[in-house]
């Protein structure tokens, strides 16, 4: 057998079991892919295989995911530029979701210089564009140096169809960090008003749907911030509307984008779960739960169930369903260990020996 091989029957048993582990065939996974990567002299396809298989292995993943960049870089064969663009964003990308943001920040003005040497500025976009990498220059005090280069990105693009969704992402990422981070929430509006032309070049946008209620979000955190919660409540009645009207379409049969309708269900959900406003957000995470149920709707589901009902075996359960859901769970898998000790509404139970019994998945060498 192969890596993909006991990859392949890791994921199996997985989506029938997701709640019981299975490390051995990941394990056997690693060690397989481990030795393929070195034999094939880095190809590309065993590396991006060495990539997924890193993703289920928590922080350690991570880790091995960057080394394994940089070796693709240094020994690969680096004829595709779509290839060598895919190793350094993913390179960027995993120091970020470690918080090694100094490393980052210097991955990525290097990124964006290759970017500018090699190819033209539609990819610019998508080195700046991703959200988990910007905070990291919020963090590190550069975000002026951030918002430089995006205004700069921003010049040189002639808006077209196909970089669409590329911009809407970059200036996406441009409203959070002034809502979320930087808590100017004026900056925010103009930056989501730019949002809100993108989203509205065409209303018959494939994921118009989809941008549109992240276009909420950010609208119901400029509320909050500026404390006109009747403009809040007004928005969020509105959009929980829209959101039961689509599952209910769906479960007639008149619609089949119900990934897109359990992806809308999440995002308001989290926003009314910010504002503790539980009720509210258990009843459409279970919705999401129920057609689809990733990894980190599964986690803010628990948090919701432990804060409103101090429901230990239903909490429980659905902290081992994020942790060994395969299901949208990226890098996430292994790692929620850091969101619960941060998250306040598990304040009573971080030292309890049942709940961190659920995030007990090892690192591995």
């Known amino acids: 057998m192969k890596a993909i091989d006991y990859l392949e029957e890791y994921k199996k048993f997985n989506r029938e079991n997701p709640t019981k582990d299975n490390e051995d065939l990941l394990l056997k996974a ?3 892919v481990q030795e ?30 960057v080394e394994l960049m ?18 350094k964003w993913e390179m960027v990308d995993n120091l ?9 920040i210097e991955e990525q003005r290097e990124f964006l210089e290759w970017s500018r040497e090699n190819l033209g500025p539609e990819y610019w976009i998508k080195v700046m564009y991703d959200s988990t990498q910007a905070v990291g220059w919020f963090h590190e005090g550069k975000s002026e140096e951030w918002f ?8 040189r693009i002639t808006p077209s169809e196909t970089n669409r969704h590329s911009r809407i992402l970059l200036v996406e ?10 808590k100017d929430y004026e900056q925010a509006l103009k930056e989501i008003q730019k949002y809100h032309d993108i989203l509205h070049e065409d209303e018959m946008w494939s994921d118009y749907d989809k941008f549109y209620i992240r276009y909420v979000t950010y609208m119901l955190e400029t509320y909050v911030g500026k404390k006109e ?10 959009v929980v509307l829209k959101i039961e009207i689509k599952f209910d379409q769906n479960e007639k049969g008149l619609s089949d984008n119900i990934d897109e309708v359990c992806d809308m269900a999440h995002d308001i959900a989290t926003c009314l779960m910010w504002e503790k406003r539980y009720e509210q957000a258990i009843k459409l995470f279970e919705k999401a739960i129920e057609y689809q149920g990733t990894g980190v709707t599964h986690f803010f589901y628990a948090i919701c169930i432990w804060a409103e009902l101090k429901d230990r075996e239903e909490t429980l359960h659905h902290l081992r369903m994020a942790e060994n859901k395969i299901t949208g769970n990226g890098g996430l898998r292994s790692r929620y260990i850091h969101m619960f000790l941060e998250q306040p509404e ?8 049942e709940f961190l019994s659920v995030f007990k998945h090892l690192p591995t060498g």
């Open 30 to 32: 690693f060690e397989f």
């Open 36 to 65: 393929e990567i070195v034999d094939s002299s880095y190809s590309i396809d065993s590396v991006r295989l060495g990539h997924e298989i890193y993703g289920y292995l928590g922080d350690r993943g991570l880790q091995l995911r």
């Open 70 to 87: 940089r070796k693709y870089l240094e020994n690969g064969s680096l004829e595709s530029l779509t290839d060598c663009f895919w190793a």
């Open 96 to 104: 970020a979701l470690l918080k090694n943001y100094e490393d980052m």
């Open 148 to 155: 430089s280069i995006y205004q700069d990105i921003l010049t």
């Open 173 to 182: 990422t441009a409203a959070g960090l002034c809502a979320y981070e930087r």
């Open 229 to 238: 919660m009747d403009k809040y409540e007004e928005l969020v009645n509105k």
């Open 346 to 353: 598990f304040s009573d139970v971080r030292e309890d020996a």
